[in-house]
């Protein structure tokens, strides 16, 4: 044991490390330690450091990843590995982690993978990134047999994206240098979904080809997506899983090691893979009907009919907040004077005058939001619909409740049936025609009446007979797609072309983070929100995951209840 390691002075730094009492590190190397899977804080490792044999054996192994002599020894050649670029994936994965070979995952089970790139750096400009990921695939896919589809939407496998500091997952990038990169194993994180994904710091300064002055891309993809594939660091130098950045090596260009080629070979040949995965939704649910619902291109209105020109005054959504004199929510036992030149109470005027849109003695209670999930949430016109039970609110924008507010849901649509009980979901189409869905109807909506043969059944839309009802329903910002929510499973329609997208239904698990069983989702102002009982999660549109902060209390921040965090505590219990 060292006895005297705590007044060790420290006589100078190599590249941001200091060098001391070269058995004993020093912080910034207990961080790289951890970092890269050498030792973790929760287990007995740790401590083993302060023993000669213990720092001596885990210096040999960062020096046997990085192609040094294993001499145990922290001397300056390892101080000054420890700075060089590499990827951000641990070396040493550790055995504890469930379900990983020695490989680092048991791989894809399917031999058609699927690709999406989110966005680029513009220092490489998307047809260069696009170019050498593909080339990058190509060249790992002829050793496993295996084919990939690039996607134009992020239901694919594996996601492409640049992005700076923290971008979403649990491993922030550190600004130019170092950490170039990090991926995920195909089986990595099943409740997060990153499984397959690449992250690229945004900068560090990408190039196209190898210069002195720049990292160059397509090294650092090809490595990362030997890690989306299943693969974990190699020790060996030549592999291009060997965790250091090294660029293009002369006219060799783009060719694996022989370390690389048995990896995928374990992966790939000898396991017996299918060719795709089961779907676990029953044939039965992913039939598609022919759908006659939509406007196309072509579709000519009449003037009674019409679809609302973008042009349309926010106020033709319903009828005027000003028309409602009184909210609901005014005790009709108060004597309240509502009109200029008007002696009478709200008790006594609201059973002869349904003009002003005074409840009536026999309207439903008011639910206490405050407390309680909402029904659907929707953005119609740029303004904020919260339904719950037989009431909605409006709001200019999170908790800004307009004057009036709320009403009865059918003051709002005076031609649905006085049965409804609630609305389920509800969103407005591209030609400005707003939806509303009960049960397993909808109702279109052009701002003054009920259109298109209202109510429609959810077929129309090619939604199977079967379905009792849809539990939320959202147009995405990214995509421009509507997209159905029910339990496990989620829908894509094209509204352009009036039909249900091939291959669906989905499960949940394609959007990452995102819980099952929604009540609402919707997207304002560029940001997709989904909701379940009292939360709701923010939703990262880039990239393709919920934001760190989610969830967070719905009726509290969306519109303005008072904050109770012992309340707001118990929603995770």
């Known amino acids: 044991m060292f006895v005297g390691h705590l007044i060790t002075i420290l006589i100078t730094t190599i590249h941001g490390f200091p060098v001391a009492n070269p058995k004993i590190p020093s912080a910034k190397v207990l961080d790289f330690l951890k970092n890269f899977g050498y030792i973790e804080s929760d287990d007995d490792s740790f401590g083993a450091l302060y023993t000669e044999s213990g720092i001596s054996e885990t210096i040999k192994n960062v020096q046997k990843f990085g192609d040094l002599p294993q001499t145990g020894i ?15 994936n641990p070396d040493i994965v550790k055995k504890k982690r469930p379900k990983r070979y020695i490989l680092g995952s048991q ?26 990921i593909e080339l990058a695939l190509n060249t790992w896919g002829q050793y496993g047999h295996l084919k990939f589809e690039k996607r134009p939407n992020p239901d694919a496998d594996i996601i492409v994206a640049f992005g700076s500091g923290y971008h979403g997952d649990s491993s922030p990038f550190d600004g130019p240098g170092n950490i170039l990169a990090h991926a995920f194993f195909p089986n990595e994180g099943p409740d997060d979904g990153f499984g397959g994904d690449i992250h690229f710091d945004a900068d560090e300064n990408w190039v196209d080809g190898n210069g002195t002055d720049g990292t160059e891309f397509s090294m650092v993809a090809l490595h990362e997506l030997g890690h989306s594939l299943g693969l974990a660091h190699s020790p060996v130098s030549g592999s291009i899983m060997f965790p250091y950045y090294r660029g293009l090596e002369g006219e060799k260009g783009l060719q694996l090691g022989y370390d690389d080629i048995l990896g995928m070979y374990e992966l790939y040949i000898r396991r017996n893979i299918a060719e795709e995965v089961t779907s676990s939704v029953s044939p039965t649910t992913t039939s598609v009907e022919t759908s006659t619902f939509g406007v196309s291109p072509t579709f000519d209105a009449s003037p009674t009919t019409s679809a609302v020109s973008p042009s349309v005054e926010t106020s033709t959504v319903g009828v005027s907040p000003t028309t409602f004199g009184v909210s609901p929510s005014v005790e009709a036992s108060t004597p309240v004077v509502v009109y200029h030149g008007d002696a009478e109470s709200v008790e006594t005027h ?23 999930s909402f029904d659907a949430v929707a953005v119609l016109r740029e303004e904020i619909f919260i339904f719950k039970e037989q ?68 077929t129309d839309y090619g939604l199977p007979g079967t379905l009792d009802k849809i539990d939320a ?36 698990d394609r959007w990452r983070g995102v819980p099952r069983g929604l009540d609402a989702a919707t997207t304002f102002k560029g940001v997709t929100y989904f909701f379940k009982d009292r939360l709701y999660w923010k939703f990262d549109n880039e990239w393709i995951i919920i934001s760190e902060e989610s969830p967070l209390p719905a009726p509290q921040r969306w519109l303005g209840c008072p904050e109770d965090e012992a309340t707001f505590s118990q929603l995770f219990n």
């Open 74 to 88: 922290l001397d300056n050649k390892t101080l000054t590995l420890m700075s060089t670029r590499r990827c951000g």
């Open 391 to 458: 009431y909605l609110w409006r709001l200019k924008d999170l908790s800004k409740i307009e004057p009036g507010y709320p009403i009865q849901i059918t003051q709002m649509f005076p031609d649905l049936p006085k049965s409804t009980k609630n609305v389920d979901a509800a969103y407005e189409r591209a030609d400005g025609m707003i939806v509303l869905f009960t049960g397993d109807k909808f109702w279109v909506y052009d701002g003054k009446r009920f259109i298109e043969g209202s109510p429609r059944p959810l």
């Open 350 to 372: 609201k059973d002869h005058d349904p003009t002003h849109g005074i409840p009536s003695t026999n309207s439903p209670s008011l639910p206490n939001i405050c407390d309680a």
């Open 107 to 132: 791989g894809w089970q399917k031999r058609t993978i699927s690709y999406f790139i989110a966005n680029w750096s513009p220092k490489l400009g998307e047809a260069s990134v696009a170019r050498n």
């Open 473 to 508: 329903v959202q147009t995405w910002a990214r995509n421009g797609k509507t997209y159905f929510y029910k339990d496990e499973i989620f829908w894509r329609y094209n509204e352009t072309e009036g039909r249900m997208d091939e291959g669906y239904p989905k499960l949940m």
